[in-house]
Nanobody, 120 residues
């Protein structure tokens, strides 16, 4: 599986962005999908995950109520809608795919990352 993330950019605090991650291959629906992020000087951290077809979701406490993860299996794409952005959300965001039943910290596949910068 190859993952291509897009949608990052520069936004003011309080603004919104939507990240997309397009996956190659016919088996997208078999993967748990998710997003991680890595801020400058910090370790990569979990942001959100969405299960296979049932669509159950899980979020880091720091983004609950502000971010929404969704998937469109017909388009082989997972999305991350980010609202009420804060300067501390500034990071490179990576999408990930995992064949396991949950999204692990070391998933099977990583995307290349897209930079989100939130100005104060």
């Amino acid at each position: 599986v190859q993952l291509q993330a897009s949608g990052g950019g520069l936004v003011q605090a309080g603004g919104s962005l939507r990240l997309s991650c397009a996956a190659s291959g016919p088996t997208f629906s078999r993967y748990v999908m998710g997003w991680f992020r890595q801020a400058p000087g910090k370790e990569r951290e979990f942001v959100a995950a969405i299960s296979r077809s049932s669509g159950s979701t899980n979020y880091a406490d720091s983004v609950k109520g502000r971010f929404t993860i969704s998937r469109d299996d017909a388009k082989n794409t997972v999305y991350l809608q980010m609202n009420s952005l804060k300067p501390e959300d500034t990071a490179v965001y990576y999408c990930a795919a995992d064949s396991y039943r949950v999204l692990r910290t070391t998933p099977n596949y990583w995307g290349q990352g897209t930079l989100v910068t939130v100005s104060s």
